[in-house]
């Protein structure tokens, strides 16, 4: 009798997880659209663009000026994170060749977000019942706040606006990102753990990520510039905190399952 044709046990076995690792791999590009998309209405991203909004309400920045000076931002702001990101995911990737200290950053990555998501979420209940900043954990410190303002300040200061606009963008996503990583690098892990995904699909949503990440800055400067005034953009920004830090804690932890589950 010829079996050849017959499927075996294994064969079954295999087929299955295969299937099963097809339907979590689908997870991979909406989970990363998702998470550029949080990052970009993080509350610490939020903050610093209503200041800064503020800013250019003070120093009158209109029209071509203000067109200029967006632009300038949002690529700066764009390149940067790019760059941080392509830094990040290089030495990710090296860390994978090592088995034991890769598994390491796994476990190590599972525990941080897991306290990333009970903190997210206590935030939003704080802040919910207190409408106070202070009582919100995952945030710039003010020392990092100051330099940032710091550097609006000398920016807008510049003689060039398109100088100016560089150095803010560049500057500021910087030393913001130690507050926006908390959604970026666990999305990298992620990234790399998706064994679907080769090198180069791998650099195509990072790529992704970031157009999310700069998507709802690209909406304020068109609003702004459309006649957005600071104050509706202050009070957006306020209701904007619970909702967004719900959003992260329940980001955290679907992203723990997804690390799990690869």
């Known amino acids: 009798m010829d079996t050849g044709a017959l499927p075996c046990a294994g064969d079954k076995y295999i087929s299955g997880n295969e299937i099963f690792k097809e339907r979590i791999n689908t997870f991979t590009l909406p989970a990363v659209i ?31 000026q203000l067109i200029l000076l967006g632009v300038t931002y949002v690529l700066a702001s764009f390149l940067t994170y790019l760059a941080l990101g392509f830094g990040l995911f290089r030495v990710l990737h090296m860390f994978s060749g090592f088995t034991a200290l890769r598994s390491a950053v796994e476990w190590g990555m599972i525990a941080i977000l897991l306290v990333l998501a009970f903190l997210s979420f206590r935030d939003a209940i704080r802040f919910r019942k207190t409408g106070r900043a202070d009582d919100v954990t995952l945030q710039l410190s003010t020392g990092m ?29 910087a030393l913001e990102s130690v507050c926006t990583g908390q959604v970026y690098v666990p999305t990298l892990v992620l990234i790399l753990k998706d064994s ?16 999310m990440f700069i998507l709802p ?43 799990v589950r690869f």
């Open 145 to 173: 706040k100051q330099r940032i303002h710091g550097v609006m300040h000398h920016g807008l200061g510049s003689t060039s606006i398109f100088l100016g606009g560089l150095l803010i963008g560049t500057a500021v996503t």
């Open 34 to 64: 998702t998470a550029g998309l949080i990052d970009g209405i993080n509350p610490c991203a939020i903050s610093t663009l209503v200041f800064f909004m503020s800013l250019l309400a003070v120093s009158k920045v209109r029209r071509r």
């Open 217 to 259: 800055l690209v909406t304020v400067f068109i609003a702004v510039y459309f006649g957005l005034k600071t104050e509706v953009l202050l009070a957006w920004s306020r209701k904007n905190v619970v909702l967004s830090k719900a959003l992260l804690g329940v980001f955290f932890i679907l992203m723990t399952l997804l690390i």
């Open 196 to 211: 679907a995904f080769s090198e180069s699909k791998a650099w195509v949503l990072l790529l992704l990520y970031n157009l």
